[in-house]
């Protein structure tokens, strides 16, 4: 049964086009008065076309599921008994082409993601070392972390890493979705997936295949096209329900009328063809748009629990500003030695944190080896090196050590009012320096906020753990409603917590490790593509390339999406409660209900296309 059951579903649009053409014969056969034809005919593209549908009754049985194929399989099998070839036939060749034209849309739906998988690069030019000039073409799933590869203009750059000879245009469209090439030199990094439009490129690649921010956006999104939204796990179990009601309703109208055919009609149009398909085609165009846009979605119900979002709450550092920050003053102790700035240099090379790398591109001296070091969450770090104690952080850090702070409060309160953060340094509990580091605002900042008080967004919150001044002066730039600097990374999730507790629903933007347990406590954590893998990992959105401009595009899909699943449900009960409205009325018989049935599906499945249609204002 499995070989034909395959057979059938392999050759599926060729046997609606040979039903198709049985159908115009035998009219043609009616209309020169050859009756006995014309009954064949019909009775032949009943079995065509209802052979498969029974085959996939019974399957769906021996997992003790009672699917919709089987109301049709009854209902045809019943029209065949009554004599009523013609109605079987027309049934089952509708119920046919609506699979076929099904499956050709979902196909397009799915183009936008199929085309991100395509671009995925297979093989790779590995070069002995970095003057080769040859190398050999590899698959890409023998490429390993740390070999040298050859980007070629014209060329897919196959892995993640750091261009270490050469120099190019790359095309990163495939990624954010801006089509303008930017130029790549030494020491400057480049992601697979994205074309080399002019030069050559010797390529040391950090991450490959599956691990690639490419590789992760496939397979985010091919997860987010497998998962279920409430609404369609609430559609299936309904499902599950509806075909043994129907029959059952078919069994009490036949009994009661003593009409088969008004039974069997029951039957057909009871098939609730636009209400199983309307929501994943919503889902499936919503998750497609967004991705093809530099949105990417952990799920239909990630997009669902989205457009549900009235409070939109933000980190500072590389979420509204750009997460580049330089060191633009600083304050020295009397006797400041070589030593001390090896110290803060070493302390900051095994820190993960933007401010880090600011102070690092500061400072020209050689680190030393740290022996210990501990992150202190909302602080800064502790480290032993070269038997001394070193603290390098932020004020609360440096006062729960007991560091007196005395001859930096007159700088530190000028620097924090010019809108600085402040990185303190100390060794043996002696403040030894002061750093005075400006990050500015991303360039789409002020733009993305206009276009979030647009679409309705009045609650704007940043939580930072800078110090306040700072703080409110990057919010006060961009508009935000409410700042609260400060912050350790528990004392963000009580925020959090406040704002759900007065009836809010959050989402929380944020790219630092920091930021995880705000991330996974607000209804939506939503990261910034650059940011940290735990970050990516607890989230439920990610905007590609950590592009602050694609928020206002994720919350317009959300809300279309849902709307959209909306729309389609409605129109498939509607559909439904009208048919047999219309069949218990006498307006509506076996034939036309199911072309009206599928005209339904059609309907649904062209309005979930429109989804396709949104753009990046």
Same mark, same amino acid.
Request: net charge negative.
């Given at each position: 049964?499995?070989?034909?059951?395959?057979?059938?579903?392999?050759?599926?649009?060729? $046997?609606?086009?040979?039903?198709?053409?049985? *159908?115009?014969?035998?009219?043609?056969?009616?209309?020169?008065?050859?009756?006995?034809?014309?009954?064949?005919?019909?009775?032949?593209?009943?079995?065509?076309?209802?052979?498969?549908?029974?085959?996939?009754?019974?399957?769906?049985?021996?997992?003790?599921?009672?699917?919709?194929?089987?109301?049709?399989?009854?209902?045809?099998?019943?029209?065949?008994?009554?004599?009523?070839?013609?109605?079987? %036939?027309?049934?089952?060749?509708?119920? $046919?082409?609506?699979?076929?034209?099904?499956?050709?849309?979902?196909?397009?739906?799915?183009?936008?993601?199929? /085309?991100?998988?395509?671009?995925?690069?297979?093989?790779?030019?590995?070069?002995?070392?970095?003057?080769?000039?040859?190398?050999?073409?590899?698959?890409?799933?023998?490429?390993?972390?740390?070999?040298?590869?050859?980007?070629?203009?014209?060329?897919?750059?196959?892995?993640?890493?750091?261009? +270490?000879?050469?120099?190019?245009?790359?095309?990163?469209?495939?990624?954010?979705?801006? %089509?303008?090439?930017?130029?790549?030199?030494?020491?400057?990094?480049?992601?697979?997936?994205?074309? =080399?439009?002019?030069?050559?490129?010797?390529?040391?690649?950090?991450?490959?295949?599956?691990?690639?921010?490419?590789?992760?956006?496939?397979?985010?999104?091919?997860?987010?096209?497998?998962?279920? /939204?409430?609404?369609?796990?609430?559609?299936?179990?309904?499902?599950?329900?509806?075909?043994?009601?129907?029959?059952?309703?078919?069994?009490?109208?036949?009994?009661?009328?003593?009409?088969?055919?008004?039974?069997?009609?029951?039957?057909?149009?009871?098939?609730?063809?636009?209400?199983?398909?309307?929501?994943?085609?919503?889902?499936?165009?919503?998750?497609?748009?967004?991705?093809?846009?530099?949105?990417?979605?952990?799920?239909?119900?990630?997009?669902?629990?989205?457009?549900?979002?009235?409070?939109?709450?933000?980190?500072?550092?590389?979420?509204?500003?750009?997460?580049?920050?330089?060191?633009?003053?600083?304050?020295?102790?009397?006797?400041?030695?070589?030593?001390?700035?090896?110290?803060?240099?070493?302390?900051?090379?095994?820190?993960?944190?933007?401010?880090?790398?600011?102070?690092?591109?500061?400072?020209?001296?050689?680190?030393?080896?740290?022996?210990?070091? &501990?992150?202190?969450?909302?602080?800064?770090?502790? @480290?032993?090196?070269?038997?001394?104690?070193?603290?390098?952080?932020?004020?609360?850090?440096?006062?729960?050590?007991?560091?007196?702070?005395?001859?930096?409060?007159?700088?530190? /309160?000028?620097?924090?009012? @010019?809108?600085?953060?402040?990185?303190?340094?100390?060794?043996?509990?002696?403040?030894?320096?002061?750093?005075?580091?400006?990050?500015?605002? &991303?360039?789409? %900042?002020?733009?993305?906020?206009?276009?979030?008080?647009?679409?309705?967004?009045?609650?704007? *919150?940043?939580?930072?753990?800078? $110090?306040?001044?700072? %703080?409110?002066?990057?919010?006060?730039?961009?508009?935000?409603?409410?700042?609260?600097?400060?912050?350790?990374?528990?004392?963000?999730?009580? +925020?959090?917590?406040?704002?759900?507790?007065?009836?809010?629903?959050?989402?929380?933007?944020?790219?630092?490790? $920091?930021?995880?347990?705000?991330?996974?406590?607000?209804?939506?954590?939503?990261?910034?593509?650059?940011?940290?893998?735990?970050?990516?990992?607890?989230?439920?959105?990610? =905007?590609?390339? /950590?592009?602050?401009?694609?928020?206002?595009?994720?919350?317009?899909?959300?809300?279309?999406?849902?709307?959209?699943?909306?729309?389609?449900?409605?129109?498939?009960?509607?559909?439904?409660?009208?048919?047999?409205?219309?069949?218990?009325?006498?307006?509506?018989?076996?034939?036309?209900?199911?072309?009206?049935?599928? =005209?339904? *599906?059609? *309907?649904?499945?062209?309005?979930?296309?429109?989804?396709?249609?949104?753009?990046?204002?």
């Amino acid at each position: 049964m499995g070989k034909i059951q395959g057979f059938f579903n392999r050759h599926q649009q060729q $046997n609606v086009w040979a039903m198709t053409g049985l *159908i115009i014969f035998a009219e043609l056969s009616r209309l020169t008065n050859l009756g006995q034809a014309y009954s064949l005919l019909m009775v032949l593209v009943a079995i065509m076309g209802g052979v498969p549908l029974v085959l996939r009754a019974v399957s769906a049985l021996t997992y003790r599921v009672i699917s919709i194929e089987l109301l049709v399989a009854v209902a045809i099998v019943g029209a065949l008994i009554i004599g009523e070839y013609n109605e079987a %036939a027309i049934v089952v060749w509708l119920f $046919n082409l609506g699979d076929v034209l099904e499956a050709l849309t979902l196909k397009k739906t799915r183009a936008a993601v199929k /085309s991100l998988t395509d671009m995925a690069p297979q093989t790779a030019t590995v070069l002995a070392d970095v003057n080769d000039a040859t190398g050999e073409v590899t698959d890409i799933d023998f490429v390993d972390a740390g070999d040298l590869v050859l980007v070629k203009a014209g060329d897919r750059v196959p892995v993640d890493g750091v261009v +270490k000879r050469g120099h190019g245009l790359v095309n990163e469209a495939s990624l954010t979705g801006e %089509a303008r090439p930017l130029p790549k030199a030494v020491d400057q990094t480049v992601s697979a997936g994205t074309i =080399l439009a002019d030069g050559t490129l010797v390529v040391e690649a950090s991450r490959v295949g599956e691990d690639t921010t490419f590789g992760q956006i496939i397979e985010l999104v091919e997860e987010a096209q497998d998962s279920k /939204s409430k609404a369609q796990r609430v559609i299936d179990r309904f499902a599950k329900y509806y075909t043994p009601l129907i029959m059952l309703i078919a069994l009490v109208v036949g009994l009661a009328t003593k009409d088969v055919a008004l039974a069997i009609t029951v039957l057909v149009l009871g098939c609730p063809g636009a209400l199983v398909i309307g929501v994943p085609v919503s889902t499936v165009a919503g998750i497609g748009r967004a991705a093809k846009l530099g949105v990417l979605t952990k799920g239909s119900a990630s997009l669902s629990a989205l457009s549900k979002v009235d409070t939109l709450v933000f980190d500072k550092t590389g979420t509204v500003t750009k997460g580049l920050p330089a060191v633009v003053s600083d304050w020295w102790a009397t006797g400041v030695s070589e030593r001390d700035h090896q110290l803060l240099v070493s302390v900051e090379t095994v820190a993960n944190h933007p401010l880090a790398k600011a102070v690092l591109k500061y400072e020209a001296v050689a680190p030393l080896p740290v022996d210990q070091s &501990k992150v202190l969450a909302g602080q800064g770090m502790v @480290a032993q090196v070269a038997g001394a104690t070193v603290l390098v952080g932020n004020a609360k850090l440096l006062a729960t050590h007991q560091v007196d702070l005395t001859a930096v409060a007159t700088t530190a /309160s000028a620097w924090q009012a @010019a809108g600085r953060s402040l990185v303190y340094f100390a060794v043996d509990g002696q403040l030894r320096g002061l750093l005075g580091i400006s990050d500015p605002l &991303k360039d789409e %900042a002020q733009a993305t906020f206009t276009k979030l008080r647009a679409l309705g967004y009045q609650n704007l *919150i940043m939580l930072s753990g800078d $110090n306040q001044t700072t %703080a409110e002066r990057v919010g006060k730039e961009v508009g935000m409603t409410q700042v609260v600097g400060n912050l350790m990374p528990a004392e963000k999730v009580e +925020k959090i917590k406040e704002l759900q507790a007065a009836g809010h629903r959050v989402a929380f933007l944020g790219d630092g490790v $920091n930021d995880s347990p705000a991330l996974a406590t607000a209804e939506v954590g939503i990261a910034m593509g650059n940011g940290t893998d735990v970050a990516l990992e607890v989230s439920d959105v990610v =905007l590609l390339h /950590s592009d602050l401009a694609k928020l206002p595009v994720a919350l317009t899909i959300a809300k279309r999406m849902v709307a959209n699943m909306n729309q389609n449900i409605a129109i498939a009960i509607l559909t439904v409660a009208l048919l047999f409205g219309g069949l218990f009325a006498g307006y509506v018989h076996m034939a036309s209900g199911m072309l009206i049935h599928e =005209l339904s *599906i059609l *309907i649904v499945i062209i309005n979930g296309m429109r989804l396709l249609k949104i753009q990046q204002s």
